[in-house]
């Protein structure tokens, strides 16, 4: 079934956002600088994952997550974390997941964990196990504070026809 061009700009919007680096990292702030809320930053309360690194989901390893996909939430171990090539300065890796026996598509899912909390991830589904278990993989990939603050903004395009971005 072929994706639409908003599906796949949502989707890929959707994985920027929480792929990227957590803006206390940005602007150097740390718990005693002033508040993101003075820098003109707004953070939603919900999104945790940007403070997570790979030590973090290290760390639980081979604990239960919980996916809310359906009525009846899907429970997941974290089986495996891995590094990923990653710019200077970023980070990049992998979180493999593994549970239940029907396969979600590929999209953004709230997970929860009870140490960790909520929080979106954009899970792909990877083939089962020997077991059935099925797999689904997440990428998390942060550029370097440099290369974030040098990013452009995307081009806008209406109809036919393309915009350059206004600064």
């Known amino acids: 079934m072929p994706s639409s061009r908003r599906k796949f700009l949502t989707t890929g919007l959707v994985t920027a956002l929480f792929t990227a ?6 602007l150097g702030l740390s ?27 290290t ?21 495996k974390s891995g590094d990923l090539p990653a710019v200077k300065g970023g980070a990049c890796f992998s ?12 999209g953004t899912y709230t997970l929860d964990h ?12 990877v083939r089962a196990d020997k077991h059935g278990y ?8 942060r550029l370097s504070p440099a290369d974030e603050a040098n990013a452009n903004p995307p081009i806008k395009r209406t109809g036919h026809h393309q915009l350059a971005p206004t600064r």
């Open 21 to 26: 680096i957590p803006v206390k990292s940005i």
């Open 31 to 57: 718990s005693n600088s002033r508040s993101l809320s003075e820098a003109g930053i707004v953070i939603p309360d919900n999104d945790s994952l940007a403070t997570y690194s790979k030590s973090t989901f």
């Open 59 to 79: 760390y639980y390893l081979n604990s239960v997550f919980q996916i809310f996909a359906t009525a009846e939430p899907i429970e997941v171990t974290l089986t």
């Open 95 to 106: 979180l493999l997941f593994r549970g239940g026996t029907r396969k979600l598509p590929q």
């Open 114 to 125: 009870p140490a960790l909390g909520q929080f979106q991830l954009l899970l792909v589904p």
């Open 134 to 141: 099925q797999g689904y993989l997440a990428t998390i990939n």
